[in-house]
């Protein structure tokens, strides 16, 4: 089978933005709460970051749980890697994952301003200037024949359904508006005209919705 190229888990919120206004160190997702746009996930036995805690074994359990599933390399944007813009000035900060990233693969970091590849833990990060096939070519030799995981954010999400290179998506909406941001989409429905769907209502008040290519 193929090598895909899956959106996991990318969360937004019912006005259809995964991120808020104002990206900063501080404030990764702008004026967007992440406690509150993430709690399905986070409450889960298997939320993005480990917890102390056993947490929700059910519907929204199984998502996070897949999360890691066959996925052989990421594709991110800079904005998700970190606030900085524009020609690099730190090379000293390594982004807002940490000594441990949650990755533990390859991961291509899509950006006008290249630097050095550097490695923590067992995720290493690469810089690349490219468009959305060539990157997806690079982070599938990566893979050495798993999926790539396009970890977002929203406007990365946009440029690889745009060049129709993505095969499933799974977008968790959040029962919360944030009125601006990093817009995903107007409706979900701009996307049936090129993947089939199934709409998922979790007990938590997030829906899944699943879309994989016709």
């Known amino acids: 089978m193929s090598q895909l190229l899956r959106v996991q888990n990318f969360t937004v919120s ?3 933005f995964g991120a808020g206004e104002g990206q900063s160190l501080e404030q990764p997702f702008g004026h967007a709460d992440p406690g509150s746009l993430l709690a399905w996930a986070f409450a889960t036995d298997h939320p993005p970051i480990s917890r102390a805690a056993p947490g929700s074994r059910g519907l929204d359990d199984y998502f996070t749980r897949d999360y890691a599933r ?17 020609p690099w000035q ?25 630097r050095p590849s550097f490695t923590l833990s067992d995720t290493t990060f690469h810089f690349v200037d490219g468009d959305p096939a060539a990157v997806l070519a690079q982070a599938k030799e990566a893979a050495r024949g798993k999926d790539v995981r396009l970890g977002g954010g929203a406007t990365v999400i946009r440029q690889f359904l745009e060049a129709d290179l993505l095969d499933t998506l799974h977008v968790a909406v959040a ?24 709409v998922v209502p979790s007990p938590s008040g997030v829906t899944h919705h699943l879309f994989w290519r016709k």
Do not use: C, Y
Not at 70 to 86: H, V
């Open 14 to 16: 019912s006005d259809g």
């Open 70 to 86: 066959n996925i052989g390399a990421e594709i991110m944007g800079r904005n998700k890697f970190g606030p900085q813009r524009g």
């Open 90 to 114: 730190d090379h000293e900060w390594q982004g807002w994952w940490g000594d441990e990233p949650p990755f533990h693969t390859p991961v291509f970091v899509m950006t006008h301003h290249t």
């Open 175 to 198: 029962p919360t508006k944030l009125g601006s941001g990093a817009r995903l989409w107007d409706s979900p429905d701009e996307l049936l005209d090129r993947f089939h769907q199934d």
